[in-house]
């Protein structure tokens, strides 16, 4: 025979769950992603291209076509760096994703929001607790239908019981709630993901860098022994007395300054190599690169089409999560101008005296709240469930702003970067030529001085004008490069239909939160 107090047990337990099948209707207004300006035309710099349709693009009244967007943001881009083909870059990238701070960070962000889920999701069930002790207590003669008069003696009771209670989420309060959480936790992932996905793109711009102050450092180690050997050329004529001590002291002036802005450059290198061991999680002290002047960057990222952008760019998902947090958290704002209602209960033994409290006739239940009632109804509260639902609102409004703005800031980066990456290839090219240009007059200048044509300031002038060449040059590869990752960082780290190389296993572990 099955006890009694497990019988209202199980009773409780039905009642709850008809009622929370029954429960849970929502009050949060129903979620729309709101429409952007400019996610349904191409990108300025590619109005010339023809995107190629497949299944589910759209043809424009321009004839020019758009894909529509779907959520993609948790797609892993894999390693997008790879595309420059250059091994040690490769190192740098997986020694960053496993050991920068800012990214463990992160990961410990996205453990707190999913613990935080984990708490608020506690609110669908029920909680039950055990108890024992003893206590003292004093009954009135009504509560035991006795007439006014009768003496009931106050008595110590032991109790050994277990307690159960759960809110029936009649209009959706609870589970607004979760969803709010739910939304909060998607957003601190995709944070996450955007956060690797600076550190990604600041490793390698770090590396450009780098490569490109020492590419800087070779034109001027090479200016400096242009400038020795033209040095011993005007000691020469000196000592022949050819030309006066003027043009000595010129010529030693060019060496010391070319040697002067090499050590500049050096400074530069230092500071990079220290900003770039912290981004990999090292000590300055503890690392070292070895030098490796940078060459010409020739790839060609395809940008794809904007409402594919919405997709992948993480920093857009996590603006769209707290719009879903704060639309979710209208609802809870709402539910507050309804009754709630909490089924409460417990069941155990109690007995007069500690020996006597396990025996069957000692068993005692308890069903509905020991103080207040179980079902309430708002009434007055001077204006605080008003407030709260205006600020639930004003919440949701201001995150839609901020999604819309954040949108147009991706495309902004986008274009900004495609013009950069177009210029710059024509820039490139021509600063080329006035290399060439500027070598084959410093090389005429310095023929001409000895033969005695020129004076010593036309050949100053020449050298100069080649020494600024060769370092523009070299500073536009290295602008080239920048612009590239920027250009992939701007995408959300992927583009278009193009395969994507998968994540090393030690960088998948380095940011999978369990």
Known sequence: MVPTIYKWSMRWISCSGCLAIAAGCSLAPKYDRPPVSGSATPFKELQGATPSLSSDTAPLADGSTWKTAQPSESIPRGEWWTIFNDPKLDELESEAALNNQNLEAAVARVKESRAITQTVRSGLFPTVNAGFGPTREKVSPAS??????????????????????????????????????????????????????????????????????????????????????????????????????????????????????????????????????????????????????????????????????????????????????????????????????????????????????????????????????????????????????????????????????????????????????????DQVQTQSEAVDASSRAEQLSSTQYKEGAVNYLDVIDAQRTVLQSQRAAVQLSGVQAVATVNLVRALGGGWGDAEATPLAPGMEESISVK
């Open 144 to 425: 035991q239908f006795q007439p006014d008069g009768t003496d009931f003696p106050s008595q110590t009771l032991w109790r050994a019981q277990a307690n159960a209670a759960y809110e029936v989420d009649l209009f959706g309060r609870v589970a607004d709630s979760v969803q709010a959480s739910k939304a909060d936790a998607q957003r601190s992932e995709a944070l996450l993901k955007s956060v690797l996905l600076a550190l990604q793109a600041d490793v390698a711009q770090n590396y450009f860098k780098l490569r490109e102050l020492d590419a800087e450092i070779d034109v001027f180690r090479r200016t400096v022994t242009l400038r020795q050997q033209a040095l011993e050329l005007v000691q020469h004529k000196y000592r022949e007395g050819d030309i006066s001590e003027l043009d000595l002291a010129r010529a030693r002036s060019e060496l010391a300054t070319a040697r002067s802005d090499e050590m500049t450059v050096q400074r530069m290198r230092t500071a990079s190599e220290h900003s770039l061991a912290v981004l990999l999680g090292r000590a300055p002290s503890e690392f070292s690169m070895a030098a490796s002047p940078i060459e010409p960057i020739k790839v060609s990222v395809p940008p794809g089409l904007p409402s594919s952008l919405l997709e992948r760019r993480p920093d857009v998902a996590a603006a769209e999560q707290a719009m879903i947090a704060a639309n979710a958290r209208i609802g809870v704002a709402k539910s507050a101008y309804f009754p709630s209602l909490i089924l409460t209960g417990s069941g155990g033994f109690e007995a007069a005296t500690l020996a006597d409290l396990f025996k069957w006739s000692s068993r005692a239940f308890l069903l509905g709240p020991l103080v207040g009632t179980a079902l309430t109804i708002p009434l007055f509260d001077g204006g605080k469930r008003k407030g709260n639902l205006a600020n639930s609102r004003a919440v949701y409004e201001e995150d839609v702003a901020l999604y819309r703005q954040q949108v147009l800031t991706a495309f902004k980066e986008v274009e900004d970067n495609l013009s950069d990456l177009r210029i710059l290839r």
